[in-house]
């Protein structure tokens, strides 16, 4: 019998020392789970930020995992001391990969180490195109050697196929109207091959499948792809290809695989031809393996089986990632993706060569794009006769699932938009793309339809050509979006306003999925680009938001691979730019410091120092070129094409003003991040020298843009003022001045308004926090008149908008579209400040927490005005709950206030094993200052502060002082689950 490891005994090593059978199996595992540890088993595994990936990228796989405590209100201060993995050869059976195990190839012994995260393989060589099989268990640090917990369910990878270990060609189309026809659009293509196989000798099949540009496929008539459109990736430099098991798939004979083939983004942006490549390996029980290619042709590859290949054009007529699909279910051929079929009128495939090549085969090292959520129409409309117009109440990216009945030949045509005109119909004049989807009947019985090949963005859906009368049941609206796991949640219970807080976080979350599509896009509708600046301002709130480390990893490679294309260490203003660079091209600083920001966010957040190590020298190239182009004599760099984006000024005045100083401001961030990664990665000298630059050039930008005139920088605009105030650019002896000309242009000029646009938003709320007027930054958040976030709330906005009106500039087309994310950008401030869950400076991957309410961040100055204003003031939020999944555990945070009460406030809080926290109790809640030694702190119930000083003694809870300066109570605490309360005497 084969070591099986039984699924109800996964975690245990009995795979490794007994001969397993599943008769046994219910009997071993309960004696193994009654001689086990009390620690919980690690969850949640990852290998390279993935769960189960295959077709990883690498040898040298990082593991990941958590630890648990169950009772984490009674053991608490817990730190993992040591742990142990295991890897093995392995294999996956069934339809739901079941793991086998066969022989141990790395076992790390017991390791002494707090690390949870990034654990690099130190075994024998993996080997290409093989699946294995891990395991951790480990040691608190308070157990015995003896007691280590429970091994964990076990996780699978599989190493990919490096780029000279692919025999398959690519195939398409011999047509020579390939691939422009059908009035100028590419037409989707079928592609189909046979094969027979011995499948009772097979243990494992594993297949490498690509396309450009989207691609399905399908065994014996199944869909074997867990996706819907594919990535986009720099083709030129990066094709990313998909690893999918068969086996349970294949049948013991003839075998069909079917693929349908379609443009997306390479056809759209990159003008490439249509082209598969698929390679099939089937290993045997004898240890032999032989592969199924795509090839034209017989080839000569030892241990290569070839079959032929055939295409034909697809139902699917259109497939424009702009304009939209067109369908025609006349054409369809049944049975054409199962063995047996007559495929003697179709076109033999052709190996197809792109004229500006494609680049080296990667696996797709991040979640797919897939279905989620189905929406169902709020409403169904008739406002012209046969019109017929539905409105899902929820502006989002995906497609629309039709059901029908009518007569062969009927064609339903499905128009979309964001808006509504007067008269009830689309409006879609916002958008110079026809977004349309045109089904036409195969008839005879209901027949259901969605899109494969495109995605729209759209709250409402105009109908016509429908035979008959639809119901709301007809249409279902099905999101799309890259399958990133949410992380972080955020309630506001109570308090002025928080509804509309509650309604700009929703709408921050749905439009931050609507433009995660394998990269960040602006919009799901107009462009969806990559634009840099987009997601380099709202890049920490897709963090906070969605698990987003294998998804920035990948794309942050991206701009690795458009730097090498444009070849002068020039990042573009969009990746993928959908070119082969320009020598002669310039970059907005702005925008491409994404290619550092985002890679610091990355290290922060998941302690990514592998990513830092591989591109160092592409970031140092990076800033360079910056330098390169920089004011010969100020050393500055001013070059600039965007200003802030879509603030409240006409753009004719805002960029040449806005532009400089903010190209100028990110340049001088830009020197101190690569200085840091020197320094991580033992570059001394270069952290030397681009600190010393950085230095430099502060005082120089406070010359260059400093405005005696107005207090503040060139003209005294919020943005033009955030910027040095948070980038702490502001000399000593000018802070206060400046501070307080940039808080009367908020709270007096604009009566409480916000000025700013993409740069500015980003720095506006977190610079007034850090300022001690986190009042004023509330009240900003919640502003409900425009411009405001709280103004769309009230226009029923249920994603965010690309303008403060939304309506269109005149002087500036195109219009703005409803689903933009980067007016978002003080989405991590909800967190951070409202929230309250943050971490320390210097700690990586949240192995320092802070919890800090914002009344924790309130300066006296602030209080002062609040309560000039009224003598009861409080601040205008009460209650709060907020959670973020780390990579090192769950960080919860509820908060209360209760200003008029006894317990004047309270924090329950959760802290994952092997961190630590700083926990910001809050004393002054209201204009009432109670005395510092009349305070009382519990926790749990028991005494934790009194009369001034700390009381020791209570599980976890390490340390406390008095901060003055926040008149609150600061405790440093283990992990574990704590409620802490203050109260006066």
């Not at 996780?155 to 189309?173: C, H, K, M, R, T």
């Not at 969806?528 to 794309?555: C, E, H, P």
């Not at 753009?651 to 990110?666: K, L, N, Q, V, Y």
């Not at 910001?920 to 519990?938: F, H, Q």
């Amino acid at each position: 019998y084969p070591r099986r490891v039984v699924a109800d005994c996964q975690r245990e090593e009995m795979a490794d020392k007994y001969l397993v059978l599943s008769l046994l199996a219910p009997i071993l595992c309960s004696y193994v789970s009654s001689t086990s540890s009390t620690l919980s088993a690690p969850h949640d595994l990852k290998t390279e930020y993935l769960n189960d990936p295959l077709g990883i990228d690498t040898t040298k796989p990082r593991f990941s995992w958590k630890v648990i405590e169950s009772n984490a209100s009674q053991r608490r201060n817990l730190h993992q001391a040591a742990h142990q993995i295991q890897v093995f050869n392995g294999w996956l059976v069934g339809t739901n990969d079941s793991r086998e195990v066969g022989t141990m190839v790395w076992d790390s012994g017991r390791t002494i180490s707090t690390d949870t995260i990034n654990i690099e393989y130190q075994g024998k060589a993996l080997q290409t195109g093989t699946v294995y099989i891990w395991k951790v268990r480990w040691w608190e640090r308070s157990s015995t050697e003896g007691q280590p917990s429970a091994y964990s369910e076990l996780g699978v990878f599989s190493v990919g196929l490096p780029n000279d270990e692919w025999v398959a060609q690519w195939i398409g189309s011999p047509d020579s109207r390939a691939p422009y026809f059908n009035n100028g659009y590419t037409h989707p293509l079928q592609l189909r091959t046979e094969f027979e196989l011995d499948t009772t000798d097979v243990k494992q099949t594993l297949l490498y499948v690509s396309g450009l540009g989207y691609y399905q496929v399908y065994i014996n008539g199944y869909r074997r792809d867990n996706k819907t459109i594919g990535p986009y990736t720099s083709y030129f430099k990066r094709v990313l290809y998909d690893a999918y098991t068969l086996l349970p798939w294949l049948r013991n004979g003839k075998n069909a695989i079917g693929a349908r083939l379609a443009p997306g983004f390479w056809g759209n942006n990159y003008s490439g031809p249509l082209m598969f490549r698929l390679q099939m390996h089937v290993e045997f029980k004898n240890g032999t393996t032989v592969k199924y290619v795509s090839h034209a042709g017989p080839t000569n590859e030892t241990s290569v089986i070839y079959t032929q290949w055939k295409i034909q054009d697809d139902p699917c007529y259109q497939a424009h990632i702009y304009e939209g699909e067109h369908y025609d279910a006349r054409q369809e051929e049944d049975g054409w993706n199962e063995p047996g079929f007559d495929d003697s009128h179709w076109r033999l495939a052709a190996e197809v060569v792109s004229s500006g090549g494609v680049g080296d085969m990667h696996g797709r090292m991040m979640a797919p794009i897939r279905k989620s959520t189905s929406l169902t129409p709020v409403r169904m409309t008739e406002p012209v006769p046969g019109i017929f117009v539905f409105d899902f109440g929820q502006n989002f990216a995906g497609v629309v699932r039709l059901r029908v009945r009518g007569p062969t030949g009927a064609v339903v045509t499905m128009y979309k938009g964001e808006l509504l005109y007067p008269n009830g119909t689309v409006n879609n004049q916002l958008l110079p793309v026809n977004m349309t989807t045109v089904y036409t009947l195969r008839g005879g019985k209901e027949e259901v339809f969605e899109p494969s090949f495109v995605y729209y963005g759209f709250q409402y859906v105009q109908v016509f050509g429908y035979p008959g009368k639809p119901t709301q049941e007809s249409l279902e609206g099905i999101f799309i979006h890259s399958d990133v796991a949410p992380v972080g949640s955020l309630e506001f219970r109570q308090g002025i306003h928080a509804d509309i807080l509650r309604g700009v976080q929703h709408a921050i979350q749905w439009s931050q999925q609507s433009n995660l599509m394998s990269t960040p896009t602006d919009c799901p509708n107009r462009e969806k680009r990559g634009w840099m600046g987009d997601a380099q301002v709202t890049a920490l709130v897709a963090i906070w938001n969605f698990d987003m480390a294998a998804f920035y990893q990948s794309w942050i490679l991206s701009m690795r691979d458009e730097q090498k294309l444009f070849g002068t260490g020039l990042v573009p203003d969009i990746v993928p730019s959908g070119g082969k660079g320009n020598t002669n091209a310039k970059t907005d600083a702005t925008w491409s410091s994404a290619y550092t920001i985002i890679s610091l966010y990355v290290y922060k957040h998941y302690g990514n120092m592998r990513l830092i190590e591989e591109l160092y020298e592409g970031y140092k190239a990076y800033v360079d070129y910056l330098g390169s182009i920089a004011d010969n004599e100020t050393g500055l760099l001013v070059y600039h094409k965007y200003g802030d984006w879509c603030n409240t000024y006409p753009r004719t005045d805002e960029i040449p003003t806005t532009g400089p100083i903010s190209a100028s401001f990110h340049y001088i961030v830009d020197l101190e991040i690569l200085s840091y990664f020197a320094s991580l990665t033992g570059n001394s000298n270069d952290a030397e020298k681009y600190k010393k630059k950085a230095t430099v050039l502060k005082p120089s930008f406070h010359k260059y843009y400093y405005n005696e005139a107005v207090n503040g920088y060139v003209n005294g605009t919020q943005t033009q003022n955030v910027l040095p105030l948070y980038g702490d650019f502001v000399p000593t002896h000018l802070q206060e001045q400046v501070a307080k000309s940039f808080i009367h242009d908020i709270a007096t000029s604009n009566h409480m308004h916000l000025t700013t646009g993409a740069v500015g938003t980003r720095f506006l709320l977190p610079t007034l926090t850090k300022l001690g007027r986190t009042d004023i930054a509330l009240a900003l958040s919640t502003q409900t008149t425009e411009p405001s976030w709280g103004y769309w709330i009230t226009q029923n906005a249920t994603s965010l908008w690309e303008d403060w009106s939304g309506v269109a500039d005149p002087t500036h087309p195109p219009p703005p579209t409803h689903n933009h994310i980067f007016l978002g950008s003080h989405g991590s401030w909800l967190y951070e400040t409202l929230g309250g869950i943050s971490q320390n400076q210097t700690s990586v991957a949240f192995r320092h927490i802070i919890i800090r309410p914002p009344q924790a961040t309130l300066s006296p100055a602030a209080w002062d005005d609040m309560c000039h204003e009224d003598e009861h003031a409080t601040f205008n939020l009460d209650e709060v709950a907020g959670t973020h999944d780390s990579l090192q555990g769950v960080i919860s945070v509820e908060w209360k206030q209760s200003p008029f009460s006894s317990t004047l406030f309270s924090v329950n809080t959760t802290v994952p094993i092997s961190s630590q926290a700083s926990v910001w109790i809050p004393a002054r809640v209201s204009c009432r200052v109670p005395p510092a030694s009349s305070l009382t702190v519990t926790e749990s119930g028991q005494t934790v502060w009194t009369k001034g000083k700390f009381v020791a003694g209570q599980l976890g809870v390490l340390e406390g002082r008095f901060d003055e300066d926040s008149y609150a109570i600061v405790f440093t605490v283990g992990s574990g689950q704590y409620s802490f309360k203050i109260s006066a005497q």
